[in-house]
């Protein structure tokens, strides 16, 4: 079965450091891996999403993700935080074995005090 | 690109009525997915499309949730004899089809809100 873990609710960063929202998942079969992010009556917004072979995948709003397959995580980063980068961030997994369910995580608050 | 379009936004009503959400996928996209997400939590599969045909549906999909993509472009899903239990937000995402790691494109959601 697949399932994704965002380990924590909700993460506390000051503008201009480095952030990392964490995600480790379970899945049979290779990964294809998500991160999205939502603001408040919206819907999600796609991020970055994993690459095969690529380790370190780069995505939108100067934000990256780290694979790594011995722990199974896909942790999102970004080198330096912004105010309007608080908001609500998903995990996602999809499992290669066949079907099309996607699973998310509950969800990270990110939260970037100025 | 238009985006994914949802009507309504907003949908208050009374506990026993039936309810149908309709979702307008983004046009060049032929996979199209429902999820229900309730406060606190990530977005939960419900059923997946593939043009018409609905390939896929979540054990969450009760007997009195049924959905439809008649003609392979919009979709509408349906509440029958709503409970208080089904409030909640209901998404609707699309994408290319392909490799399995299209990302899908979401709508701003149906809220439903069972009195």
């Known amino acids: 079965a697949q399932s994704v873990a965002q380990p924590e609710d909700q993460v506390n960063v000051a503008e201009g450091n480095p952030l990392t929202v964490k995600c480790t998942y379970s899945?049979?079969?290779?990964?294809?891996l998500f991160w999205y992010v939502q603001y408040p009556n919206r819907g999600l917004q796609f991020l970055l999403k994993?690459?095969?072979?690529?380790?370190l995948v780069k995505g939108s709003y100067g934000f990256e993700a780290e694979f790594n397959k011995s722990q199974t995580s896909f942790h999102l980063k970004k080198p330096s935080a912004l105010v309007s980068d608080s908001a609500l961030y998903f995990c996602?997994?999809?499992?290669?074995?066949?079907?099309?369910?996607?699973?998310f995580g509950a969800g990270t608050r990110l939260f970037v005090k100025a | 690109d238009t985006g994914v379009s949802q009507n309504p936004r907003h949908k208050i009503t009374k506990r026993g009525q039936n309810v149908t959400f309709r979702c307008d996928p983004i046009?060049?996209?032929?996979?199209l997915y429902w999820y229900r997400q309730t406060l606190g939590q990530g977005p939960e599969f419900l059923t997946y499309?593939?043009?018409?045909?609905?390939?896929?549906k979540s054990r969450l999909l009760s007997d009195r949730f049924s959905a439809e993509r008649p003609k392979g472009s919009f979709s509408t899903l349906e509440i029958q004899r709503t409970e208080q239990g089904d409030s909640a937000m209901y998404l609707c995402?699309?994408?290319?089809?392909?490799?399995?790691?299209?990302?899908?494109?979401f709508g701003d959601g149906t809220r439903l809100s069972i009195l």
């Open positions: 499309f593939q043009n018409e045909a609905q390939l896929e």
């Open positions: 995402a699309s994408s290319f089809s392909g490799e399995g790691n299209q990302p899908q494109h």
């Open positions: 046009s060049e996209h032929n996979r």
């Open positions: 994993y690459i095969t072979g690529d380790n």
């Open positions: 996602a997994v999809r499992a290669d074995t066949g079907g099309f369910k996607t699973i």
């Open positions: 899945v049979s079969g290779n990964p294809y």
